[in-house]
């Protein structure tokens, strides 16, 4: 069975960056949700 998730990541710093990465490269919809620019903190 092959299952494509959508996942929401919230805050863009390193971490979720790195999550959103790995899991759109496992071909899953990632949307990354960050209140400033993307690794700004």
């Given amino acids: 069975m ?3 998730n ?4 919230i805050g863009g710093g390193v971490i979720g960056a790195c ?4 899991l ?3 071909k899953h ?3 990354l949700v960050e209140k400033n620019q993307i ?3």
């Fill in 29 to 31: 919809d990632v949307a």
């Fill in 39 to 41: 690794c700004s903190g």
């Fill in 2 to 4: 092959n299952q494509r």
């Fill in 6 to 9: 959508e996942i929401i990541i």
């Fill in 19 to 22: 999550i959103a990465y790995y």
């Fill in 24 to 26: 759109s490269g496992e």
